[in-house]
């Protein structure tokens, strides 16, 4: 099992919007998919549960391993997807620094590893510290949304300092690069800060998908779906299906390499 | 105006990028992976401000230990097994002056300590975790605790299994300590001498 964690240094950059969409593009392609939520501010649940603020989640595994994975995976329509909310423990967001809780995250990991999926794609909190921090140095790849405006991009430096820090921990980690998201193009600070960051970081740190900011996602939101299952949603479906292809590239053995080489 | 050049150091960023982008088994990247999981720049998850003191011996024996220093012979192999491994841990307070010494079972559970502080058992659990590898062998790990106060943790695989040996040092050890280290212990563990 491949183990995704979609993360960011700073906050409301799509994190969430990402994980739900990619999950559902990996599931449709018939890829066992399991998406866990470890932000504890529980925004998969949210959107894709009513009964999430009932459900015990991933916080509940950290605080009692000894819960049953089975007890935490939550079914959906889609054979091949299924989900792990954040769960109830909300106290343990105060507690445990960055490492206090490595064994445990690691202990889930395998536990879903040994239930059959093919991936388990994790939206974290935003910050590369504590639960994050453990999640990311317990995970085999990484990729980052990145809003497409000025502010959000210059925080790309403290970024990829976190990084580099997280990579000394877990040297395995393949940075699979930035996604832009809520991309405008008739905005011009929006298409001025992708065509920046595009000149600024290597090829291969970027994603060539970008995500744009469209009311459907909104509108997915509020119906508690996927965008890709909502009626008029195959335009944007097609941007994550997309990103699911360049995330399959990237994962196989030797792409580093061979980008570097190229 | 330019929304990104003139707020980014744009060469750092770029140099930032191309160390993510190097791959773990690639051939350019620098070769700083002494042990498993960790490089030379991990110091440990917590500050030297807010380390736990550790308990044992005290501070004098600390000052004991010196890269490159002849190692005596490692502990007698005979007896019952609990005496052999406080040779061991006697052993480590001569050669590498180890001020408190503890032995983890692939489960977790403390088979051997001499008081050091519990917190240090599940650190020590954690940070063998972290540096299993897929199809590698687990390395040690060293994480800094305080001034001149280092928590080694050692898996050994041992008759008795993987064992997660724990050790206070002044000091990381270098990697021939650390092989004589796994040495004495896997002997001290051999059900063959017991």
Not at chain 1, 58 to 64: C, E, M, R, S
Not at chain 1, 173 to 189: D, K, P, Y
Request: net charge neutral; aromatic share 4%.
């Amino acid at each position: 099992m491949i183990n995704l964690a979609v993360s960011s240094q700073k906050g409301g950059v799509g994190k969430t919007t990402v994980s739900i969409n990619l999950a559902h593009a990996f599931a449709r392609a018939g890829v066992r998919t399991l998406l866990v939520d470890t932000d504890p501010q529980g925004s998969v649940g949210l959107s894709l549960t009513r009964q999430s603020r009932l459900l015990s989640g991933f916080y509940d595994f950290l605080q009692d391993p000894g819960i049953p994975l089975d007890r935490l995976i939550v079914p959906t329509r889609m054979e091949t997807l299924a989900l792990v909310a954040s769960g109830q423990a909300s106290d343990y967001e105060a507690g445990g620094g960055m490492g206090a809780h490595l064994a445990r995250v690691r202990a889930f990991l395998r536990g879903a590893a040994a239930r059959g999926f093919d991936i388990c794609i994790i939206d974290t909190a935003a910050g590369l510290f504590g639960a994050t921090g453990d999640v990311i140095a317990s995970s085999d790849a990484i990729m980052i949304p990145q809003q497409a405006e000025p502010l959000g991009i210059r925080s790309v430096p403290k970024l990829l300092e976190g990084l580099n820090r997280l990579r000394i921990m877990n040297p395995r980690l393949t940075v699979l690069g930035v996604c832009l998201t809520m991309v405008q193009h008739e905005l011009a600070e929006s298409a001025q800060a992708a065509a920046a960051l595009r000149q600024l970081l290597p090829a291969e740190m970027l994603f060539q998908t970008q995500v744009p900011r469209d009311p459907l996602f909104v509108r997915a939101s509020a119906r508690g779906l996927p965008v890709g299952a909502l009626e008029g949603g195959a335009g944007v479906q097609a941007v994550f299906d997309s990103l699911r292809a360049e995330i399959e590239v990237k994962l196989q053995p030797g792409a580093s390499s061979r980008a570097n080489a190229g | 105006m330019d929304p990104l050049r003139s707020w980014l150091d744009a060469g750092e960023v770029q140099r930032l990028a191309a160390r993510l982008i190097e791959s773990v088994s690639d051939p350019a990247a620098p070769a700083t992976m002494g042990e498993a999981g960790f490089d030379e720049g991990f110091v440990g998850f917590t500050g030297e401000g807010s380390a736990p003191a550790a308990p044992g011996p005290a501070a004098s024996p600390l000052e004991r230990h010196e890269p490159g220093h002849p190692v005596s012979a490692p502990p007698s192999a005979s007896g019952p097994f609990l005496e052999k491994i406080r040779c061991f841990r006697d052993w480590m307070g001569r050669e590498f002056a180890a001020a408190g010494v503890f032995i983890l079972d692939r489960e977790g559970a403390v088979i051997f300590h001499d008081g050091l502080d519990e917190r240090f058992h599940v650190l020590a659990r954690s940070l063998a975790l972290a540096s299993r590898r897929p199809g590698a062998s687990t390395g040690n790990v060293h994480l800094k605790i305080g001034a001149r106060i280092i928590l080694e943790v050692i898996p050994v695989e041992t008759a008795c299994g993987c064992l997660v040996l724990g050790a206070v040092v002044p000091a990381s050890l270098p990697p021939e300590s650390v092989r004589t280290v796994r040495e004495a212990l896997a002997a001290s563990a051999s059900p063959a001498s017991r």
